[in-house]
């Protein structure tokens, strides 16, 4: 007996979709790349502005960059804009819900209430 043709349809586009969707995280990295670097060296000496604004343009140039999100909403966290980090981090997980620094954020903010 013969499998139907659309189950094997349907494996080989749920699969081509997920390689679709890593490349494309593969190409915001690499684009992103320097910029991103810059703003994640700028969380760690602690300047939120310039953390913000170097996330912020990435977010411009690549709406949909999930990690992008989720260290914009770590700068806002650390400024205590709780709204910002909350909208950011709902964002983040919204394009990646297995981005875990966006889940231990969203942690963090629902302990205060937000």
């Known amino acids: 007996m013969r499998l139907p043709i659309i189950p094997r349809r349907y494996d ?3 699969r081509d979709i997920s390689n679709a969707q890593e490349a494309l ?3 915001y990295e ?3 790349a320097p ?3 810059s703003g994640k060296a700028a969380l760690d000496r602690r300047n939120w502005d310039k953390a913000l604004a170097d996330f912020t343009e990435i977010i411009r140039r690549f709406p949909n960059y999930a990690e992008a999100y ?5 700068a806002y966290f650390s400024k205590r804009k709780y709204k910002e980090a909350r909208e950011d981090v709902d964002k983040a997980l919204q ?3 297995n981005n875990q620094a966006a889940k231990d954020l969203d942690a963090e903010l629902k ?3 937000f």
Request: glycine share 0%; no cysteine; net charge positive.
């Open 12 to 14: 080989f586009y749920k």
């Open 25 to 27: 995280r593969n190409a």
């Open 30 to 32: 690499t684009a992103s």
């Open 35 to 37: 910029q991103r670097n």
């Open 70 to 74: 989720s260290y914009r909403a770590q």
């Open 95 to 97: 394009l990646n819900p």
């Open 111 to 113: 302990k205060r209430r």
